[in-house]
């Protein structure tokens, strides 16, 4: 067994490579390296004392993907390679599309011409927009409220079109939640740009850097104190998930929500990081963003029954493992 990890040099892609690594199951990646540098796998080489196999490839390049995916016999493939902010993607949507779309059409391609048989698709709960009710289930309609959104639909679509993934082969869709934390101890985990756009990195600047406030974008939907509500999970149930659905042996497509079940507001978040880590967040209050909808979080129970898999981290590890990753990495966050 040999797994093709695509986008595996980010942030989710490197923390399955580390779980692969862990249960001595090779693996190749493939990135672009477009949103993500080499640092999370220089750590983990170094911790398992072992060379990770990187090739640096656009998934949009067909020549060189079909050149890399043909010299191994490749038995599954994780398709994490995506741009994946919500807000660039308002601004940018062609080349959101570009880049998720048209690379996920290459790839389908090359992996159908390969025939590799096991295909599981990184999406997001982002396609099911604001919701109708909650929980969500995975029959909850499709009706995304941004281009990113859009892009995991589309995507989607090329999977469930395609007799070859929908028919023949065993294929997963993935709906993710908000992963959020770090690998054991902190050793690898989300980096933090200069203006990142998600909950968690902005919560650690905030923490670490002096004059930096927390900004929350808007506290007056209709929830418990007003601040919109997700369903966070911790990077590593995350991608043990990805590890169940590789025993996964049912032909077809089969479609899961990867959440914990459990909702909770934003400042629930920062209280609980507040809590763990005996830190202060200093906040303020922004305007509510784009695409932002008030409440999201997921029905478990088809997971659960089909994979039998759930969440085993709490609120509080993935506040302090967040915490403990950006702490021994403070010097990239000045």
């Known amino acids: 067994m040999r797994i093709l990890l695509t986008g595996g040099a980010g942030f989710i892609g490197s923390h399955m490579a580390g779980f692969l690594l862990k249960q001595k199951i ?22 398992f004392q072992q060379k990770i196999e990187l090739i640096k490839v656009d998934l949009r390049d067909k020549a060189a993907l079909h050149s890399v995916l043909a010299k191994q016999k490749f038995s599954a493939v994780i398709h994490f390679a995506a741009l994946k902010s919500v807000e660039e993607s308002i601004k940018n949507p062609e080349l959101y599309f570009d880049n998720n779309v048209e690379g996920t059409k290459v790839l389908l391609e090359t992996v159908k011409n390969l025939n590799i048989k096991q295909f599981i698709y990184s999406s997001s709960a982002c396609v099911y927009g604001d919701p109708n009710y909650t929980p969500i289930d995975e029959n909850h309609a499709l009706k995304p409220t941004s281009p990113y959104g859009e892009t995991k639909v589309a995507c989607e679509k090329l999977l469930e079109e395609d007799p070859f993934f929908s028919k023949d082969s065993i294929t997963t869709i993935l709906r993710y939640f908000n992963p959020v934390g770090a690998f054991d101890g902190g050793l690898i985990g989300e980096l933090t740009s200069s203006n990142p756009t998600n909950l968690m990195p902005n919560l650690v600047l905030a923490a670490l850097q002096n004059n930096q406030r927390l900004n929350i974008y808007g506290n007056d939907y209709d929830t418990r104190d007003g601040t919109t509500i997700r369903d966070f999970i911790h990077i590593m149930d995350l991608v043990e998930a990805h590890f169940y659905a590789l025993k996964n042996i049912k032909p077809g497509i089969s479609i899961y929500n990867v959440g914990t079940g459990n909702g ?8 609980t990081f507040e809590h763990v880590n005996q830190v202060k967040i200093p906040t303020s209050i922004s305007s509510r963003r784009l695409g932002d909808v008030a409440v999201s979080y997921a029905d478990i129970t088809k ?5 039998n898999w759930k969440a085993k981290y709490n609120l509080d590890s993935m506040c302090k493992d967040a915490f403990m990753y950006a702490k ?3 010097k990239t966050l000045d």
């Open 328 to 330: 021994i990495n403070h």
């Open 303 to 307: 997971i659960k029954k089909d994979l």
């Open 26 to 47: 090779p693996f190749t990646i493939v990135d672009n390296l477009s949103n993500a540098d080499l640092s999370n796998i220089s750590k983990l080489e170094l911790k």
């Open 264 to 271: 909770y507001t934003i400042q629930e978040m920062i209280s």
